[in-house]
Each structure stands twice: as structure tokens, then as C-alpha cells.
């Protein structure tokens, strides 16, 4: 008889725990070990004693944390390399949410369960792409639980940028991204199109940026928004942290259009009381379809949802037989859109 | 339709007047006949569909999706055509072309009611999710995106380099899709003419008298009015129907239906003051206030705000042209006029009489009545014309009144200012020693004055609610405004008539700021002010309507 994965793998205040490899995935405060699925700082905190994961989220993690705080001790583990950790097989698969980002998959006694952390099952050009792998216990993020939720093609919504730009071509065009993933994915996106110009960003910008360059990823001609002179940035994109579109920072720019890049941008209001004049529906997570397709696909018969609207994630699975569970993990979702606040 | 969906939703998140005119050209430019003028026709009003009502919605939605997941979402999204448009399911084979905004605004006029279900819900299957929010606000009139007819006017004004004048006159011979009004603006046609319509004619605007410019004036050749504080509006009165436009060239006849009953039967084109008066007296602003911006209006607001318009001037009587006669002559030919057909809910502006500037100065000086903003200097030669010719006509505005008050509050404005603190409340103290807001003020300040104002709220922030910040108890701003008022909506039970801040007051203590009490004194309706403080013109120098 196989343990059921609730035997092995509990909710504890520090977040997942793996009782038998004793480790936890992507706690919230300092532990001894832990696997981390990637690199937004809600999944990635500082202080732990030894840190797995991606190459790519360890160098992400170092160079957000500082040296020295992404774990004393760092072991890089490539996607599909499983290694075992006291009789727990453990393999990292892609999760296509951003670079380096991995579900993991722990196998004990023959039980199987995914924790997938944030994904996006879409192919993007900027991250390898989310494989579904069959279960017994998936635990997902919720971030855009809600039918409502559907993200158009992301190459539609920068067109729609592109027209904005065509129609007001003395006008600066601030987009809102996230530092890490979304800002390298918009600029890939553009690049993509065929928008060849150069595009400007906002000092926080290039440190992750440089780590995607340093994987081997070409994003063309970026530069510095902060002493480019405010004439170059007329009618040009300038990209920048959601929290500078609209504050002093964005007053160097010539009349700007502010635009943000988000899924929360489907929802009219959210724009609105954000004041965004060009909401751009374009997000690093799974949208209602996604989500539940992915369940599908892995075909488990239990669902953990971490973080989000497990409510109606919870609702959908029951309707077709598969048992949901709220995990309620603590300062999830305090990162990356998965908060409305910063994205 | 996606086209159409894509203007909507850049119109719904744009503020600026600017960048909605540039969409509107772009429309007009890119757009092809008929979607071209039913698109602005839908944006603008002037387009509505009685037969499809938000019920049938619902009921698609019901229908189509599980009715808890409907309810949350429609919890979130908080608006039943976004929630509709966005949970709709996407039906597998469905391959039928979108539907063009000609095609939906054709079926739409002309389908039988119990076919609208099948025939929307077809459509919504055809569209995507931002297209399926324009269809389904485009059914039931609510597109809200801050677009007026007089909007979309200029836009084509600007688009075809025309007189927006011009536009005017010929709106109203044409129906939406306004294909000869096209044809016309593209030269390839006449302009549409509705002979009498009742258009707009450009209004004649004044100048603020610049200090000093009277001792170059001669008292004897000017005419001085009282100029009142309503809103400038021109009665249009011809066989084929009455309207009252607003200055800004917006018609406003259905929220004003007494007065535009009382056009009926007339023939003439008038300039005037609309006000709320009751028995002769002309009521303060805040309470033509609550007669504005509605599309209709109740017996209860009929009633309680009763407005009429104080007559200017004429410009058409029948259909002769008065416009290039002397101001005296017109003002002779009104008066006349007035005699002969005694309307309804309208009067005369009286003249002022006056024999030397300082004469004319201390009756302005005099004038506290809340209703009077100062005086109209008009040369008594001054033909009619459009826009705002500088001499012949001048506004006298009488001095402000102000009060040192302390700022409590500052909000985020919009568009260009959006990432400054620029709207701001501010405060006079109670006898209790308590500060109360008595009024909000975003303009009176200079680009330097605000980046300082800004930093001073950065740094002086002890609260924060959303887009506002409480600040410091400490700094003082001499407001000016035009008059006082008692009001109900407000904790200090005092409105402020364009409160705007005149000097940043750095330089004094927050505790010496000015007092509620020296504030109530000044208020123009308190029951218990005597009336003989008022204005010359109640006694005598006004003449009663004539009835």
C-alpha cells in the first residue's frame, strides 16, 4: 500500500515540509534545507542552511539577495536529474513561469506528488516550458482562479502597445513589469514582433536582466531610462517596476501613456483605479483554462492549492471528482502579480 | 467590432481631453462607412436600442456557465456586462465571422424580440472577450467612456480641418451613419442642411479686465451688467424644435424641460444666464448645482430648484440675423422682444447705470450677493461675434474673498499630475480646537509651487489611505474664493465657490489659521444676515420680471 502523500508531505508554519527528506519547498522563514522552485522573493527567502534548485534560480536568488544569503550552501540540480535525499526521489521539471523555475517532483514509497509552484503552461520564449507530470497529489498556486480569468494571446497585447505607439508617436510609453520575468518577457515579445528600437529601462530593471544575458538569452538594444535625456524617450517604450509607472520617477518621460503588464489587467476596474491608460493583459501565470486543464493533465486525484482564489479552483476540481484541498501557506502571494498590489 | 472594442477600451482609461480627440481622428481616419459614423453615434449617445436589457444577459450567462463560479466572479468584476464577456465560454466549432458594428446595430434595430436571445448569444460566441464587453454595452447603453457629441465634433472638425461651427450646423440634418456628412467633409458632397434647425451659433465670449486697462476706457461708451453665476447658456428656438445649448456647445434641453417648455412656440436665438431663481431671487450656484449633469430630472428637483434664464442678449429673431448690429441696438430689439412675447421662466438683465469707473467700482465692490460674480463691461457699439474678440467686451470679476486654512488631506490628481499629491483639503479650526475640512482646492498654484507642495507632502505624511495622504497639522494656505455658502454636504456645514489656493502661507504657525466662526460670517445665505447688506440691485436698481 502506498503512503498517501499527506503522511509525508505536511503544511507546517515554515511552509511544505517533506517529513522523510526532512526539507522543506519554498519556505517562508530561514530553515536547514530547502528546495527552492524559483526565484520571486515570496518563494525564494533568505538565510536558508542549504538551497536546491535551477542554476538559473540560484543565480537569480544571489544576485537578488546578496552573496552569502541565498543559502550557506547552494546545490544546482538540472531539470529532469532526479537525486535522492534519505530515500526520496527528487526531480525538478520545468514550470515555464520564468527563468529557472521548476515544479518538483517528490517520490517516496512509490507515491508521487508535484509541487508546482508558480506556472504557466504556455510555451514562452524567455523560460523552458511546463511539463505536466501524472501524480497522486498536485499542488498548484490559484493567482487567477476565476473564469473570468483568460489571457488572451500575449503577441495581441503588444500589438495593441505597438498601435498605441503608431497612434501616439511623440508620447513616452511606460509599461509596468516586474523585475524579474515579466520584464524580460515583454522585451522578448516585442523583440519577437519585429520592434527593433531600442528599449529603455528603469535602474532596478537590468540586474535580473543581466542574469537571463548571462543564460545565453538576447534581448537586442537595452538601455538605461535614468540618464537617458528626456527627448530620446519621446515615442519610445520605456519599461519599468509597476510602483515607478506613476510616481516621481515617471516624470522624467515626455506625456507618458502608462501601460502595465499584468493579468489583473482583464478586469476593467483593476486598471482603472490603478490608472493605467494601457492595460496589457499579459501574465507569468496559468489563467482559468490553464489551471484546469494542467489538473486534468496530470491526472491526480487530489489538488492542493497554495495560494489565490482556492475557493473556486476548489468548486471546479469537486465538480469532476477530484479532491481539493486549501493549503493556506503563509506570505504566499506577497510577490510578482500574484498580489494585486504590485502588479 | 474588434476595431470598435479597441477605441472603447482606450477611451474608457484615458482621461485627457487630448488623447481622446486623438483617438476619435484616428477612428475617423481608419474607420470604414458605415462602422465609421455608427461608432461615433454609439459612443456619443446618440445611438440606442430599447429591445435588448441586461435581463437577457443574465440569463445568457445563466445558461452558459456554473451559477456559484458566476457569483464570484461577478463579486470580483462587479459590472454584469464585463463579467458576462469575460466568463463566456468559448464554444468549440463555432467558426462564424464577427459580426461588424454595422451588422450588430442594423439586427439590433430591426430583430424581433424573442430572437435577440440567439442572436446575441451567437454573436458573443463570434467575439473575443473585449469585443464581447463593447457588444454587450453597446445593448444596453451603458458604454461610459467620456465622449460627448460636441467631442466627436471636434474630432471631425480637426480630422477635416473644418470650422467646428460649420459641423454643427450640418449635424443636425444627418442620422446616424452621417454618410452626407461625410460625403461633405470629404469634398465630395454639399453640406447637409436642416433649414431652421435649432444648432448652436458660436457664442460671443469676454476678457478678464486686466489691471489698468479701465483708465484707458471711456465710462460713456461701455454698458455694464451684473454678471451672474449660473451657467452661460443659448436658447435655440425654431419651428423644428427648441434646445438649450451650454457654452461648451453641449445640448442640455432635457435636463432643463421648464425651460424648454417655455421655448415652445418661439422663434428667436438667445443669450443668457441659467439660474436657479425663486420669486425673483437668484439663488447661490450650489443650488443650480444640483440641477446639472443629469440626462433627466424629477418633480421633486423641478420643484425645489426651479431655473429660469436671465436674458443677454439676441441674436436671431425670426429668422433675421441680429449679429451685426451695435449691442445697443440688439439690446433694444430684447428688450422689445421681451415686451412683446413675456416668456415664461425668462428675464432681463438689467442694465447697470453707472457714470464713471469708480462709480461702476464701488457698486462691484458692493455686489456680496452669492449669485453675482462681478460685472460684464460690454462696448456699446460691439457687433455679436464668435469666440472671444479682445475690447468689446470685458468680465469685471469682484475680488476674492480669502481665509488662511490648514492643509489635512492631499489626493493624487489625474493624467499629467497623476504621480503628484495635487488636490488638497484643507481645514479651519473649530471653537473646540478641533480642525474641520471646509473645502477642497486643486488649481491657484504655480508648476514650482505644486513640486513644493508635493515634497512638503512626501515628507509631512502621517497617514495614508489609498491615493491620499493625511499630512501634518501644519501648513497654512491662503485660499481664495468666490463666495461662501451654507451647505448640508459638508461636516462644517459651509460650501466654498471656487476655492483655489493663492499663496502658500509658510511663513505662519497652523494655529493661527483663520477660525471656522470668521468663515460662517461670511456666508451669503445664513438665514440670520440682515439683507441690507446686500447688493444695491435687490433694492430698486433690479426690475421685477415683468408678468
Not at chain 2, 455608427?38 to 443574465?58: M, N
Request: aromatic share 8%.
Amino acid at each position: 500500500m502506498r503512503p498517501h502523500p499527506e503522511t509525508w508531505l505536511k503544511v507546517t508554519p515554515g511552509g511544505l515540509w517533506c517529513e522523510p527528506a526532512d526539507l522543506f519547498i519554498d519556505p517562508a522563514r530561514a530553515v536547514p534545507r530547502a528546495v527552492v522552485t524559483h526565484a520571486h522573493s515570496d518563494h525564494a527567502r533568505p538565510g536558508h542552511g542549504a538551497v536546491l534548485a535551477t542554476a538559473e534560480t540560484l543565480a537569480l536568488m544571489t544576485r537578488r539577495l546578496g552573496e552569502g544569503r541565498a543559502g550557506e550552501t547552494q546545490q544546482a540540480l538540472g531539470y529532469g536529474e532526479p537525486i535522492d535525499v534519505n530515500g526520496v526521489r527528487i526531480t525538478l521539471r520545468p514550470a515555464g513561469h520564468v527563468l529557472g523555475s521548476a515544479q518538483v517532483v517528490l517520490e517516496w514509497q512509490g507515491s508521487r506528488a508535484v509541487v508546482s509552484g508558480d506556472y504557466t503552461p504556455r510555451p514562452q520564449a524567455t523560460c523552458a516550458t511546463f511539463e505536466p507530470v501524472p501524480c497522486d497529489v498536485f499542488v498548484t498556486e490559484a493567482t487567477f482562479a476565476l473564469p473570468v480569468f483568460r489571457h488572451p494571446p500575449a503577441e495581441g497585447e503588444i500589438a495593441r502597445l505597438l498601435h498605441s505607439l503608431y497612434v501616439f508617436p511623440e508620447r513616452t510609453h511606460v509599461v509596468g513589469v516586474y523585475a524579474l520575468g515579466k520584464c524580460q518577457r515583454v522585451v522578448s515579445l516585442l523583440r519577437a514582433s519585429g520592434y527593433d528600437a531600442p528599449i529603455y529601462l528603469h535602474g532596478a530593471l537590468p540586474p535580473m536582466t543581466e542574469i537571463y544575458r548571462s543564460f545565453g538569452q538576447d534581448f537586442g538594444d537595452l538601455r538605461p531610462a535614468t540618464v537617458a535625456n528626456k527627448e530620446a524617450l519621446k515615442g519610445a517604450i520605456v519599461l519599468a517596476p509597476p510602483g515607478a509607472i506613476q510616481d516621481r520617477w515617471a516624470r522624467r518621460l515626455n506625456d507618458p501613456v502608462v501601460a502595465l503588464a499584468s493579468g489583473w489587467m482583464r478586469v476593467r476596474q483593476r486598471a482603472k483605479s490603478r490608472g493605467v491608460e494601457l492595460p496589457l493583459v499579459i501574465s507569468d501565470h496559468a489563467d482559468w483554462d490553464e489551471l484546469n486543464a494542467t489538473i486534468d493533465a496530470v491526472g491526480a486525484p487530489e489538488v492542493w492549492v497554495t495560494h489565490g482564489r482556492e475557493e473556486a479552483l476548489i468548486h471546479a476540481c469537486a465538480q469532476r471528482g477530484v479532491r481539493g484541498r486549501a493549503l493556506h501557506l503563509i506570505g504566499r502571494g506577497e510577490e510578482d502579480e500574484a498580489t494585486e498590489e504590485a502588479a | 467590432m474588434k476595431a470598435f472594442a479597441a477605441l472603447l477600451e482606450r477611451l474608457v482609461f484615458t482621461p485627457a481631453r487630448s488623447t481622446k480627440l486623438a483617438l476619435l481622428r484616428d477612428w475617423i481616419a481608419t474607420q470604414p462607412d458605415p462602422d465609421r459614423g455608427i461608432g461615433l453615434a454609439a459612443i456619443t449617445g446618440e445611438l440606442s436600442f430599447s429591445t435588448a436589457k441586461a435581463g437577457l444577459i443574465r440569463a445568457l450567462a445563466a445558461e452558459r456557465t456554473d451559477p456559484v463560479l458566476f457569483a464570484w466572479s461577478y463579486d470580483y468584476v462587479g459590472d454584469l456586462a464585463e463579467t458576462v464577456s469575460l466568463i463566456w465560454p468559448a464554444r468549440a466549432g463555432v467558426n462564424a465571422a464577427p459580426p461588424s458594428l454595422a451588422a450588430v446595430a442594423e439586427a439590433l434595430a430591426t430583430a424581433a424580440k424573442a430572437d435577440l436571445p440567439g442572436l446575441v448569444a451567437g454573436w458573443l460566441d463570434a467575439l473575443d472577450a473585449s469585443s464581447r464587453v463593447a457588444l454587450l454595452k453597446l445593448i444596453t447603453g451603458g458604454l461610459r467612456v467620456g465622449v460627448s457629441a460636441r467631442l466627436a465634433k471636434v474630432a471631425l472638425a480637426e480630422h477635416f480641418a473644418r470650422p467646428v461651427d460649420e459641423i454643427e450646423e450640418a449635424w443636425p440634418a444627418v442620422d446616424p451613419p452621417y454618410l452626407p456628412l461625410f460625403r461633405w467633409l470629404e469634398g465630395a458632397g454639399p453640406q447637409p442642411r436642416a433649414a431652421d434647425a435649432p444648432v448652436l451659433r458660436p457664442l460671443m465670449l469676454a476678457n478678464p479686465l486686466e489691471e489698468g486697462e479701465l483708465a484707458v476706457l471711456d465710462p460713456a461708451s461701455y454698458r455694464a451688467e451684473w454678471k451672474w453665476d449660473g451657467i452661460r447658456v443659448q436658447l435655440v428656438a425654431t419651428r423644428l424644435g427648441q434646445r438649450i445649448w451650454s457654452r461648451g456647445g453641449e445640448d442640455i434641453t432635457r435636463a432643463f424641460p421648464e425651460v424648454a417648455g417655455a421655448m415652445e412656440g418661439l422663434h428667436a436665438v438667445l443669450d443668457g444666464e441659467l439660474l436657479v431663481i425663486r420669486n425673483g431671487v437668484v439663488a447661490p450656484f450650489s443650488d443650480l448645482q444640483q440641477r446639472l449633469n443629469r440626462k433627466s430630472v424629477g418633480p421633486k428637483l423641478l420643484r425645489d430648484y426651479p431655473c429660469a434664464v436671465r436674458l443677454y442678449d439676441i441674436l436671431f429673431e425670426g429668422e433675421e440675423d441680429l449679429r451685426g448690429l451695435p449691442f445697443d441696438a440688439r439690446r433694444a430689439r430684447l428688450e422689445a422682444w421681451i415686451d412683446r412675447f413675456r416668456p415664461e421662466r425668462m428675464d432681463l438683465s438689467a442694465l447697470v447705470p453707472f457714470a464713471s469707473w469708480d462709480e461702476l467700482s464701488r457698486l462691484r465692490d458692493g455686489a456680496r450677493e452669492a449669485a453675482i460674480e462681478g460685472l460684464m463691461l460690454k462696448r456699446a457699439d460691439s457687433p455679436y461675434l464668435a469666440g472671444r474678440p479682445k475690447g468689446p467686451w470685458f468680465k469685471w470679476k469682484r475680488d476674492p474673498l480669502t481665509i488662511d486654512a490648514v492643509l489635512m488631506y492631499a489626493q493624487r490628481g489625474h493624467g499629467k499630475r497623476s504621480s503628484f499629491y495635487s488636490d488638497y483639503t484643507f481645514g479651519l479650526w473649530r471653537a473646540d480646537g478641533e480642525l474641520v475640512p471646509v473645502g477642497k482646492a486643486y488649481f491657484g498654484f504655480t508648476d514650482q509651487e505644486l513640486a513644493w507642495l508635493d515634497r512638503w507632502i512626501r515628507n509631512n505624511t502621517v497617514n495614508r489611505f489609498g491615493p491620499v495622504r493625511e499630512v501634518e497639522k501644519a501648513l497654512v494656505l491662503e485660499i481664495a474664493f468666490d463666495a461662501a455658502q451654507l451647505s448640508t454636504r459638508h461636516k462644517s456645514g459651509v460650501a466654498l465657490r471656487f476655492p483655489r489656493i493663492s499663496r502658500i502661507r509658510s511663513d505662519k504657525p497652523a494655529a493661527e489659521a483663520d477660525a471656522l466662526d470668521t468663515l460662517l460670517r461670511l456666508v451669503e445665505n445664513r438665514p440670520d444676515r440682515p439683507s441690507g447688506s446686500a447688493v444695491a440691485v435687490r433694492e430698486g436698481a433690479w426690475p421685477r420680471r415683468s408678468t
